[in-house]
């Protein structure tokens, strides 16, 4: 249906500018109830939308600072596509002590999420050492060779307890810092697989030691080519995965 849906957030719901950094989806921010808040517009199904939504709200009330869903006033949390919520202030982080804060967020979202269900129709790490496809995911795309490297670097995490993932963590346009809090925004490529892909950071802020980093290292720049092969970027990052 596109923007007109914003409609269901009351009469006086209206888009105020686009937003940048969303690449699968159209992001604005909006007004709605007389308060500045966030539109996320995707081609994403409901039971995704349920499944992301269902865990900003869990977070919120855990304690994570987190965007969170506002709904509509039938009371749903989405509706044909678009996702409403709340505006987080802040800004990136800037110094290796904020990057340290950003690691603790995300190992309390990890403890917080151990045995979550997986997003529906995503795959972990370990299910694409078998799998072909997961959502945005298709190694049939990718050289076969190419494919072989990024099991090879999964594999070296397979086994291991899983938990919900960031999955975007590391790009600063998805941290809000302020003196008081870590807020992390842009749930998008969240989803279940195993914590050390959230823990590539800048300056190792997740102070992990050589061998962890570098197995941790691996299997991020092999997601990351999976997931957004063949542009540019996605070439970049399988070159950073050893060969077999």
């Known amino acids: 249906m596109g923007w007109e849906t914003l409609g269901r957030w009351g009469d006086d719901a209206a888009r105020v500018e686009p937003l940048t950094g969303g690449v699968a989806n159209d992001v604005w921010s909006v007004r709605v109830n007389g308060r500045l808040a966030v539109g996320r517009l995707g081609a994403r199904g409901d039971a995704d939308l349920a499944w992301e939504t269902d865990l900003l709200h869990f977070l919120d009330r855990e304690g994570l600072t987190v965007p969170v869903p506002i709904p509509t006033t039938d009371g749903r949390m989405f509706a044909d596509g ?64 190419g494919v072989a490297r990024c099991r090879a670097a999964w594999a ?70 999976a997931v957004c092969w063949d542009d540019d970027y996605a070439v970049k990052q399988l070159a950073e995965v050893r060969a077999v």
Request: charged share 25%.
């Open 156 to 225: 070296r995490l397979a086994g291991r307890p899983t938990c919900v993932v960031h999955g975007d963590s590391n790009n600063l346009g998805n941290v809000r810092v302020t003196p008081e809090r870590v807020a992390l925004i842009d749930w998008d490529e969240s989803h279940v697989d195993v914590p050390e892909l959230d823990l590539v950071l800048p300056g190792n802020a997740a102070g992990l030691d050589h061998n962890a980093y570098d197995v941790a290292a691996q299997a991020s720049a092999a997601w990351e080519a």
């Open 82 to 145: 678009l996702v409403v919520m709340t505006y987080v202030e802040g800004g990136p982080p800037e110094t290796e002590a904020d990057w340290r804060r950003v690691a603790d967020t995300l190992r309390r979202l990890h403890r917080l999420t151990q045995g979550w269900p997986q997003r529906p129709g995503w795959r972990s790490s370990a299910d694409l050492l078998h799998a072909e496809t997961g959502t945005k995911i298709d190694l049939g795309a990718m050289p076969p060779e």
